[in-house]
């Protein structure tokens, strides 16, 4: 079951570093080339306080086949690793099999709309996490129970997706000690021309929310596997977030990937995120 991180939620479609560290890093602008037929192997976000990796792995129908982070400041460290199960040639997994550094695995089956869009996510074992995601306009909406009700860690996810990108999120947490939701995240973000290393339409439009969750409410990661276009920009209110925001320079290989991200911002000094692939 994905862990609760409050600075790397705040931080959710930029990328960041892990739940062990205190620093986070973002930023740019550029362009570079729109298109990317290459898939990402590895989103490694690299600061002074340590290393955070998103990584994937694909089946031979280029299907996400496993999807892992690791977090690491030198000292602690962290694993989350998912695992997809797919029945026969369809490109929608059945479910995933989740395992936290070295923890129990828990499988987690997956539903699907008449789209293809996921639609839940229900925990097989003893944790009961479950997500219901649901799409409205121009929004994707998940509302994440830790423990499938309110009587732990809860949230309402809203993904503002227009033109193929991802230009906002508003977020909501469970308050305990009052009994209602709190306002966490209200934050919009601005894209350059070169295309997210992390997106591939049929990836984005089955299983891209999941990966933002997976990836927000365990390590932090990159988070956004739903935009078209690299983010180049946050603003709005959200913890740790300085009051200008934050910009990014985007960096681009021979081929026009973006191949490094490095951020200009206060708390910004001493960080980027380097982009492989396959």
Known sequence: ????????????????????????????????????????ASARTIGPDGILIDSFAYDAQHRVATFRQIATNGTDSGTMTSVFNFSGNT?????????QNDGTPETHVLTFDGQGRIIKD?????????????YAGDNIICRIFFAGDLSSDAFVDTLIVKGGNMT?????????????????????????????????????????????????????????????????????VVDGLPAGGITYTVHADASGRVSELTPNGVGAAGYKTVYTYY
């Open 91 to 99: 490109p929608l997994p059945d479910s995933y099999v989740y395992t």
């Open 122 to 134: 229900t925990s097989a074992g003893v944790s009961k996490f479950v997500t219901y995601y649901t």
């Open 168 to 236: 906002g999120a508003k977020v909501w947490g469970w308050d305990h000690g009052v009994g209602q939701w709190e306002d966490q995240e209200q934050t919009t973000f601005g894209h350059a021309t070169a295309a997210n290393p992390g997106y591939k339409a049929e990836i984005a439009g089955a299983v891209g929310p999941l990966l933002h969750v997976l990836s927000v409410y365990n390590f932090g990661g990159h988070a956004d596997y739903i935009s078209k276009n690299i983010i180049n920009k946050i603003t709005g």
């Open 1 to 40: 079951m994905p862990i609760k991180n409050s600075l790397l939620r705040t931080l959710a479609p930029c990328l960041s570093i892990a739940v062990i560290f205190s620093s986070c890093s973002h930023s740019g602008s550029s362009d570079g080339n729109p298109v990317n037929n290459s898939y990402l």
